[in-house]
Antibody, heavy 121, light 109 residues
Framework: EVQLVESGGGVVKPGGSLRLSCAASGLPFSDYPMHWVRQVPGKGLEWVSLISGDGGSTGYADSVKGRFTISRDNSKNSLFLQMQSLRTEDSALYYC??????????????WGQGTLVTVST | ETVLTQSPGTLSLSPGERATLSCRTSQSVRSNYLAWYQQKPGQAPRLIMHGASSRATGIPDRFSGSGSGTDFTLTISRLEPEDFGVYYCQHYGGSPLFTFGPGTKVDIK
């Protein structure tokens, strides 16, 4: 069974930084693209970023481009999201999610439970 | 940029009834790259359907997906109590790469 466990959320001031982690188990981690998706509590889903299985390709939503950096350590089955220049509108529950297939353009078939990021003065 | 619209916003139904959820995209979706997710309160989303009409692993056959181009439908033939929640459609592989619809809430009448 695939398990994804996020950590690293917390409260940070506008302009600050935070690094999220996602620990994966139960899958050949390097075979799959991984994603970060966020959700303001009570609101809809917003895709944030993607990284290919080998880490060689990444993609970002326009809302975070230039401020967030996705990375992975396949030797440790771990996914990361480095968030900088945080804004109040970045406050959300951040999920890591697994791509359903090897290809980057596939749906997300496993999700973690999320880690909450609050950007506030 | 592909924009997804879902209707209705809320669907109030009783167990045993049929639910029909609509998702429309502003541009034609190539290769039916359209997925549906279910989310219950306090839980992460769960993949229900991919490729517009392929059920994800473990999803019961009362769920079916259809559509092509810009119009897609998720149908739940007979609602079970565990089916209530919010359903999101998602376009993947477009521009932007991944886009979610605003969701349809299916609640108990």
């Amino acid at each position: 069974e695939v398990q994804l466990v996020e950590s690293g959320g917390g409260v940070v001031k506008p302009g600050g930084s935070l690094r999220l982690s996602c620990a994966a188990s139960g899958l050949p981690f390097s075979d799959y693209p991984m994603h970060w998706v966020r959700q303001v509590p009570g609101k809809g889903l917003e895709w944030v970023s993607l990284i290919s299985g080998d880490g060689g390709s990444t993609g970002y939503a326009d809302s975070v481009k230039g401020r967030f950096t996705i990375s992975r350590d396949n030797s440790k089955n771990s996914l990361f999201l480095q968030m900088q220049s945080l804004r109040t509108e970045d406050s959300a529950l951040y999920y890591c999610a697994k791509g359903r297939t090897y290809y980057y353009d596939s749906s997300f078939d496993s999700w973690g439970q999320g880690t909450l990021v609050t950007v506030s003065t | 940029e592909t924009v997804l619209t879902q209707s209705p916003g809320t669907l109030s139904l009783s167990p045993g009834e049929r639910a029909t959820l609509s998702c429309r995209t502003s541009q034609s979706v190539r290769s039916n790259y359209l997925a549906w997710y279910q989310q219950k309160p306090g839980q992460a989303p769960r993949l229900i359907m991919h490729g517009a009409s392929s059920r994800a692993t473990g999803i019961p056959d009362r769920f079916s997906g259809s559509g092509s181009g810009t119009d897609f439908t998720l149908t739940i033939s007979r609602l079970e109590p565990e089916d209530f929640g919010v359903y999101y459609c998602q376009h993947y592989g477009g521009s932007p790469l991944f886009t979610f619809g605003p969701g349809t809430k299916v609640d108990i009448k």
